[in-house]
Every structure is written in C-alpha cells, then in structure tokens.
C-alpha cells in the first residue's frame, strides 16, 4: 500500500481476532485448550520435552510457590538462562503472578549484570548453573534482597538460592487456579536493548504490546505457522527469540530448543526432528550458504526461512535461492522498542526489501534535517505507530520523550525508504552511517559486495576518523577456511560496484572474527577500538 498525502504509509487497519488483557491468562487458556500429550519444545541434546500438559501442570505449581515467596502483581522477576526447556516453566509462572518477566543474557558477566540490576531490581531472579555465580556476585556486590532460584539445578546444599524443581515438586496440585489478574497496558516484559552503540537500555513492553504478533503468527499474509517443527537457536532474553518461543504455546507448532548455535548440533536437529520452519539472523543464511559443513546433512525438510536483526543483501539472497530453490526466504524488519515485528516480506518477493508494514501498524519515513515526511524512494529515518510500540525505556523518561514526535511516532533509528507499493528498504542505522566528505555511506551496502566473494566468511565496516574527509570506510574481513584473498583484491571489488565516496579508502584489515551480538548485529565500537 502506497502512502497517502500526508505522507504516511499503513499497513492494514482492522479487527484483531484475538484479543487479551494479560499475557498470562492468554498462554494459560491456550494450554488448557490443547491436547495434553501435543509437544510443545523438545530439546535435541538433553532429549527432554515438554507437553502442553506438563507445562501447564508445572507452570502453575511454580507459580505458586513464587505466591508463597512473596511474589505479587507488577513485582520485577528476571530470567538469566539460555535457551532451555525450564524457560517456559519460569517464563509463564510469572506471568500467572502478574509479575514483570525481566529479560536478562545468560552470558552477562557481574559488571553487565549490576547495570541491569540497577536499571530494575528484581524480587527474584531465575538462572541456570551457568550464570549463578555471576548472579550471586553481583548480588553481593549491589547488596541487593533478591530471591535466587536454580532453573535446571535438582539438589541444592547451598542456602544462597532454591532449586526450581523442587519447588515445583513440593507443590500440591492445584484445582482451583486462578491467573493473577492485570490490565493490558500494565507492563508484561522488561528486555535490554541490544547496546550496539553502549550500555543497553531497558524497554518495557506492556500486555497489549504482544495482541498484533499473536494474530499475525496465524495470519496467512504473515507468518502462518501450522503444525511447523520451528528450530529456535535464537536466544529467548532477545524479543525475536521470545516470540518464537512463545509461539508454540499460541499455535500448534513445535519448537527445537537449542541453548547456543552449535554447526553440528544445528544441522543434525534439522535433519532428525525434520525441521520445516527457519527464524534466522544474517550470519546464520551465510553460514547455511558457505559452510562445506551442510553438504554432509539432509536439510530438505525446510520450506521457509525468515531472516531478521539485519538486512540481507540482494547478492547474497541470489546465492541462496539459486543453491536452495526449494527453500522460500523471507526478510522480516521489527525491534525490541517495537515489540517484535513491524513488517516482512510476502511470498514472492524476490528484492531486498523488508515487505510492507503489517496490520496495526503506521509509518513515515523523514527528513533527518527537516523532520518533516518524505514521499516514496527518498531516503530518511523511520519513524512508526502501533499498539505494538513499547511503552517506553525503564526508568529513563528523558529517552522516552527523545524518541518519540509530538504526533505520538517512535523515530527507529533506522535509515531507508519505501517504494512506490510501500515496501519498505532499511539501509542502515544513523548512528552507523559514515559520513565521507559529506556524503553518506552506509557499512551494510559495502558489507553486501565484500560478503560476494566467495573467500569471505564475515565482515565488517566502520568508518575511520581522517583529517580530510571526516572519516574513511575501513573493512574487517573473516576469510573462509582453506581460502585466500588479498586487500587488493577486496578494495577492487568494492571499487567496482560503488561510486567513489563508498571506496574502502581505509582499506582492510584481517582477523579471525568480527564482534557480534547474539542476535548477529555486528558490534562497531568493538571495530572501532581496533583503528
């Protein structure tokens, strides 16, 4: 859909047919109307699995031991685990509570974690093994109160925290169960920003955030999920993460739960629990298309892929189709702030857009000088309107009000355009965009040629401060296995395909890995300290 006169593009504006005041009445009602015995995730190490009935069962008597700890409506609950089958067991037993699900990175080392901490204490706090003692040290180092429960740990001899399992165990089972109740913009979810640029911020999402995914995760224009077997590597403290994990407990799908991105382990899951459905980032499409690790597997059970966190460019969906053409690729655009999906692309678009805009939401895209709307294949920020948008940064009100206009749009950072059918382009983030005599070069359009070359793992580029120009594009380059190339030869290529003010004029320097977040969004300021 084009935009109107004023500017402003919509995606469709009409009638959820799901609606909830609370996350965790939702999730509830959706178990206790499945069959028992349907799988909900299964775990391809551990083997384990859940039932929609174990997890109700299991949900609900956690939920009430943190009752008996104390924990009541609007208190803060962190989760620190990585991906795992106890995740959904803690997940929704704080929801029943009415408390607030606060997301937290399983790999957060006690310095990260005493900032979140500070951003929002949490009444108790749910981890595994692997982050207990950083949890306990930051604990100690705040002096903070919280109760600390072992998600996957079953014996405890240490009076520093409970174990989940027990408690669980030492439940009676409940009959007359009732869903804390809360109002749909009270907040349901505290996740981290992803701190590409700095410390992250903490965004709350509210109940009625998450209405639009629910209805688009049935929805045939959108995600359409039925009976899928979904691979779920990325991690479920992310929002893209989360909603594929939660997707199990909304629609019939089953999800592969697996706790980091292991090649072997990955690709063997695909093959044995014939996964049909794909949610990725970028590196991971690179890593399917240029591992010689995959010609070893059975991958045909996958007939859609949908790539997010990043865009993909145009050359390296070509690679992909042309090697996989029984796979359907699909680029979707969301973030955290946005609670999770914004727009993605439809069935048989083959450009490197991110689709249109889905139901409920509108967008504009502006003038970064002027702010005032753009019309269509002109570049400028995006800005969006949606019941989805977060409600705001935690205890932070001055970047609350900095990021949203007077007509009540949050102004996403991104940089792109929509075309002439209102299909959207991201190009890049305004924070990241180097800026070469005064023109712009975005790092993602050299990335997209550099990642071309078949003896390229992994890049990428910044821009590097210079006397003259402001500053210069410099690339890190990843060179695959058993390959070579040279300097020459990648700032030739770029040479020939970008006008002059994109040349690597800062060159190329080798390593053998580029910094990236969990969810693939490369770190530049970890680039940068490297110039």
Same mark, same amino acid.
């Given at each position: 859909?084009?935009?109107?006169?004023?500017?402003?593009?919509?995606?469709?504006?009409?009638?959820?047919?799901?609606?909830?005041?609370?996350?965790?009445?939702?999730?509830?009602?959706?178990?206790?109307?499945?069959?028992?015995?349907?799988?909900?995730?299964?775990?391809?190490?551990?083997?384990?699995?859940?039932?929609?009935?174990?997890?109700?069962?299991?949900?609900?008597?956690?939920?009430?031991?943190?009752?008996?700890?104390?924990?009541?409506?609007?208190?803060?609950?962190?989760?620190?685990?990585?991906?795992?089958? &106890?995740?959904?067991?803690?997940?929704?037993?704080?929801?029943?509570?009415?408390?607030?699900?606060?997301?937290?990175?399983?790999?957060?080392?006690?310095?990260?974690?005493?900032?979140?901490?500070?951003?929002?204490?949490?009444?108790?706090?749910?981890?595994?093994?692997?982050?207990?003692?950083?949890?306990?040290?930051?604990?100690?180092?705040?002096?903070?109160?919280?109760?600390?429960?072992?998600?996957?740990?079953?014996?405890?001899?240490?009076?520093?925290?409970?174990?989940?399992?027990?408690?669980?165990?030492?439940?009676?089972?409940?009959?007359?169960?009732?869903?804390?109740?809360?109002?749909?913009?009270?907040?349901?979810?505290?996740?981290?920003?992803?701190?590409?640029?700095?410390?992250?911020?903490?965004?709350?999402?509210?109940?009625?955030?998450?209405?639009?995914?629910?209805?688009?995760?049935?929805?045939?224009?959108?995600?359409?999920?039925?009976?899928?077997?979904?691979?779920?590597?990325?991690?479920?403290?992310?929002?893209?993460?989360?909603?594929?994990?939660?997707?199990?407990?909304?629609?019939?799908?089953?999800?592969?739960?697996?706790?980091?991105?292991?090649?072997?382990?990955?690709?063997?899951?695909?093959?044995?629990?014939?996964?049909?459905?794909?949610?990725?980032?970028?590196?991971?499409?690179?890593?399917?298309?240029?591992?010689?690790?995959?010609?070893?597997?059975?991958?045909?059970?996958?007939?859609?892929?949908?790539?997010?966190?990043?865009?993909?460019?145009?050359?390296?969906?070509?690679?992909?189709?042309?090697?996989?053409?029984?796979?359907?690729?699909?680029?979707?655009?969301?973030?955290?702030?946005?609670?999770?999906?914004?727009?993605?692309?439809?069935?048989?678009?083959?450009?490197?857009?991110?689709?249109?805009?889905?139901?409920?939401?509108?967008?504009?895209?502006?003038?970064?000088?002027?702010?005032?709307?753009?019309?269509?294949?002109?570049?400028?920020?995006?800005?969006?309107?949606?019941?989805?948008?977060?409600?705001?940064?935690?205890?932070?009100?001055?970047?609350?009000?900095?990021?949203?206009?007077?007509?009540?749009?949050?102004?996403? &950072?991104?940089?792109?355009?929509?075309?002439?059918?209102?299909?959207?382009?991201?190009?890049?983030?305004?924070?990241?965009?180097?800026?070469?005599?005064?023109?712009?070069?975005?790092?993602?359009?050299?990335?997209?040629?550099?990642?071309?070359?078949?003896?390229?793992?992994?890049?990428?580029?910044?821009?590097?401060?210079?006397?003259?120009?402001?500053?210069?594009?410099?690339?890190?380059?990843?060179?695959?296995?058993?390959?070579?190339?040279?300097?020459?030869?990648?700032?030739?290529?770029?040479?020939?395909?970008?006008?002059?003010?994109?040349?690597?004029?800062?060159?190329?320097?080798?390593?053998?890995?580029?910094?990236?977040?969990?969810?693939?969004?490369?770190?530049?300021?970890?680039?940068?300290?490297?110039?």
């Amino acid at each position: 859909m084009a935009a109107n006169e004023d500017g402003i593009l919509c995606g469709p504006q009409e009638e959820f047919k799901i609606w909830f005041d609370s996350l965790g009445k939702h999730f509830y009602a959706c178990l206790k109307d499945k069959d028992p015995n349907d799988i909900i995730a299964i775990d391809p190490v551990s083997k384990e699995s859940i039932t929609a009935g174990d997890l109700l069962d299991k949900s609900v008597r956690l939920s009430c031991a943190l009752r008996r700890l104390s924990v009541q409506k609007d208190d803060i609950v962190a989760i620190i685990s990585e991906n795992c089958i &106890g995740y959904y067991v803690a997940l929704l037993a704080s929801f029943y509570c009415g408390a607030i699900n606060f997301l937290i990175n399983a790999a957060y080392v006690p310095r990260e974690l005493k900032h979140a901490f500070t951003i929002a204490q949490p009444k108790i706090i749910l981890c595994t093994s692997s982050s207990l003692p950083n949890v306990l040290k930051a604990k100690e180092e705040l002096m903070i109160e919280s109760t600390i429960i072992s998600i996957n740990e079953f014996v405890n001899n240490d009076l520093e925290y409970l174990c989940m399992n027990s408690l669980i165990q030492n439940e009676a089972r409940v009959d007359d169960f009732k869903v804390e109740t809360v109002d749909s913009k009270d907040i349901a979810v505290l996740c981290l920003s992803s701190g590409t640029t700095g410390l992250s911020k903490c965004v709350e999402l509210s109940h009625r955030n998450f209405i639009p995914f629910a209805n688009a995760l049935r929805d045939e224009r959108y995600l359409n999920l039925k009976d899928d077997v979904i691979l779920s590597v990325l991690p479920f403290f992310h929002i893209y993460g989360l909603l594929i994990c939660t997707s199990a407990i909304m629609t019939s799908v089953k999800v592969v739960v697996i706790s980091s991105f292991k090649p072997d382990i990955f690709l063997d899951s695909i093959q044995n629990l014939k996964g049909t459905q794909l949610f990725l980032v970028p590196p991971l499409l690179q890593f399917l298309l240029k591992s010689p690790l995959v010609n070893k597997y059975d991958i045909s059970s996958v007939k859609s892929i949908v790539v997010g966190a990043a865009p993909i460019g145009n050359d390296l969906y070509k690679e992909f189709q042309n090697r996989f053409k029984d796979i359907t690729v699909r680029q979707v655009y969301g973030s955290t702030e946005c609670g999770g999906l914004v727009s993605i692309q439809n069935y048989t678009d083959h450009t490197e857009n991110v689709g249109s805009l889905i139901f409920g939401f509108k967008g504009k895209i502006v003038d970064l000088s002027t702010q005032k709307p753009v019309s269509s294949l002109q570049i400028g920020e995006l800005c969006l309107k949606s019941m989805s948008i977060m409600v705001g940064y935690h205890n932070n009100d001055i970047e609350t009000r900095n990021s949203f206009d007077d007509d009540g749009f949050y102004h996403t &950072g991104d940089i792109g355009y929509y075309d002439e059918e209102g299909k959207l382009f991201i190009i890049d983030r305004i924070k990241e965009i180097i800026k070469y005599k005064g023109f712009q070069v975005p790092p993602s359009e050299l990335e997209d040629i550099i990642m071309s070359h078949p003896a390229v793992q992994d890049c990428g580029v910044i821009g590097m401060p210079h006397d003259r120009a402001g500053e210069v594009p410099v690339a890190f380059v990843v060179v695959q296995d058993g390959m070579k190339v040279t300097e020459e030869e990648l700032v030739q290529l770029v040479a020939e395909n970008v006008s002059t003010h994109k040349h690597l004029y800062g060159g190329v320097r080798f390593m053998e890995k580029i910094p990236r977040t969990v969810t693939g969004k490369i770190l530049r300021r970890e680039l940068k300290t490297l110039i």
